[in-house]
């Protein structure tokens, strides 16, 4: 059974960072792109930003340059690294894994359970 397990979430003040990992068992890791997304409360799944298999990496045009996607393949692990938090980042973030550099949640077919960030000013 595929597994994807987020963690790194928690609570920070607002201009702190995190760093999010997602550890994927189960699964041809080197051969799937992996993205990042969250659910703030109350609002639709939201793309952060895609990796493929050769580390090119695509983002949210929206969210600013606060974000960067990693992976290491050795270890079959997925980062996200998010700088400058700001209360608005205040979500679930999911990792996700899929077979192209998509930006639609629809496009993955594996998720994890998510991890909480909360963000206070």
């Known amino acids: 059974q595929v597994q994807l397990v987020e963690s790194g979430g928690g609570l920070v003040q607002a201009g702190g960072s995190l760093r999010l990992s997602c550890a994927v068992s189960n699964l041809a890791f080197v051969n799937y792109a992996m993205g990042w997304f969250r659910q703030a409360p109350g609002k639709e799944r939201e793309f952060i930003a895609v990796i493929d298999r050769v580390s090119s990496t695509r983002y949210a045009d929206s969210l600013g340059g606060r974000f960067t996607i990693s992976r290491d393949n050795a270890k079959n692990m997925v980062y996200l690294q998010v700088n400058s938090l700001k209360p608005e980042d205040t979500a679930v973030y999911y990792c996700?894994?899929?077979?192209?550099?998509?930006?639609?949640?629809?496009?993955?077919?594996?998720w994890g359970q998510g991890t909480r960030v909360t963000v206070f000013a």
């Open positions: 996700a894994a899929g077979q192209s550099t998509a930006t639609t949640a629809e496009r993955f077919p594996f």
